[in-house]
């Protein structure tokens, strides 16, 4: 039988207190419940000088056991189970999630929702969460690809914004049990979430067993609706940032603006981006770079769905530092040629062909059909977005696919960031491919300051 994308309708049910449930019944499949209850919440909401109380309470809210069962009990109950209950708090939402056999799943309910409603954040799980916190802070500097990633968010979205708001080692001290306790509570309230259930179970039996423990939760003392996630208002700079690090490799990103999921050019812009560098061995920049030049081991683009604000076109990869300008020259090249030739046929074919083959497989199993429904539900999606995406793909021509690459492939708007040895890096590859760091592109050339992974404060001026 052909694949049809999951309808929300043939999944969605409600709760008794209006939370939206997508049940995925597997009659046939291991005899497993696994349900996951997202909320709409995370580390946007954490107040300023308490960086970490996110990660904190996302780790801590099952570590921590309950105010019925002690955490050690918990763990072993748990493990006799044979079963599994995790907790997470990420940027911009929260997840509490459970796998019990079915013939355990009235226990495994009861001390899911023991988590859910009634976490102890117990003290020395606390001391000790902080404490490897702690370490974690410290090693902020040691590796390229973590400097990368605060580097560019600073890039992106400014200093002000959530995103970019670092723990320090005076906002971790200040971090208490009554934060852990009030950050919860904050979250808990019906009108932030959603539940995915998958498994071996019956429709009607499940929203019963469902309206009789999560259903009946109503908002008490600090339970609000989350507030909307807020968008950077940072004006970003384009040019090219280095940040010296004593490595052999050098870790670079290319950040060009982009577009949101929702807008008309988006499904233009994926295959555009799958015959640039999405599409693995088969793209441009794969086979120029790794195959044909020899430059890395790989090489790839994706175009992010820009779910609370506008997304972006982001190139990754890592290449010997003398080799970085030659690399960049090569993929600026190759986005000049994709915005000014149009893609052949045979290649256009190849590339809507392998998008489609592969969407069924993002859909693989009952599990991740609910879970995906929830997340289109908590971020706002249009309902059954994707029901008509592979024929979306397929009408893409090529002419669209110049006319994007145009418009969204902006030279003048890109934003370079590479950690490597900065000397390296600048003087590029002087016997083989020579041509400095600083001629790339138009584009002004600049040193970024590594920042103490203590107080977040820039520690030098290089």
Known sequence: MAFQAPRSHEFEGKLDNGIPVFLAPDPHGAPF?????????????VPKGKEGLAELTGSLWRAGGTMQVPADKLD??????????????DDSS??????????????????????????????????????????????????????TNYQLGYLLNGENHYSTAAMTTSSL???????????????MHPGNMAIAVSGRFEKKTMLDILNATVGRLKPMGEARISRKVPAPEHTRQPGIYVVDKNVPQSTVRIVIPGLRRTDSDWHAAVVMNQIL????????????????????????????????WTGDFICGLQTKNRSVPYALRLILDEIDLIRRSPVADD????????????????????????????????????????????????????????????????????????????AEVEAGDEKDHPGLLKDVANLPLRRLSLRDPETNRIVDSK
């Open 173 to 187: 001290d200040s971090l208490t049990r009554d934060d852990c306790r009030s950050f919860h509570q904050g979250l």
């Open 33 to 45: 419940i696994r349900l996951n209850l997202k909320i709409r919440g995370g580390r946007y909401l």
């Open 347 to 422: 290649e256009l074919k190849v590339i809507k062909d392998a998008i489609v083959q592969a969407y069924p497989s993002e859909w693989g199993n009952k599990q991740a059909v609910a879970n995906r429904l929830a997340e289109e539900w908590m971020e706002g999606w249009p309902v059954d977005w994707w029901v008509n995406y592979r024929e979306k793909i397929q009408s893409v021509t090529a002419e669209e696919v110049l006319r994007v690459a145009k418009k969204y492939l902006d030279p003048t708007r890109v934003v370079i960031l590479v950690v490597g040895k900065a």
């Open 277 to 308: 560098g999405g599409g693995g061995f088969s793209s441009r920049l794969m086979k120029h770079l790794r195959s044909d030049e020899g430059l890395t081991y790989g090489v790839e683009t994706r175009v992010s769905p820009g779910t609370y």
């Open 94 to 147: 929260s997840s509490i999630s459970m796998r019990f056999m079915e013939q355990d799943l009235k226990e495994g309910l009861d001390l899911f929702m023991q988590v859910l409603l009634q976490p102890a954040f117990a003290q020395n799980r606390i001391d000790l969460a902080k404490m490897n916190m702690r370490k974690s802070l410290d090693s902020r500097n040691d590796s390229a690809s973590s400097i």
């Open 76 to 89: 072993d109950r748990i493990e006799f189970l044979a079963g599994t209950i995790s907790t997470s708090i």
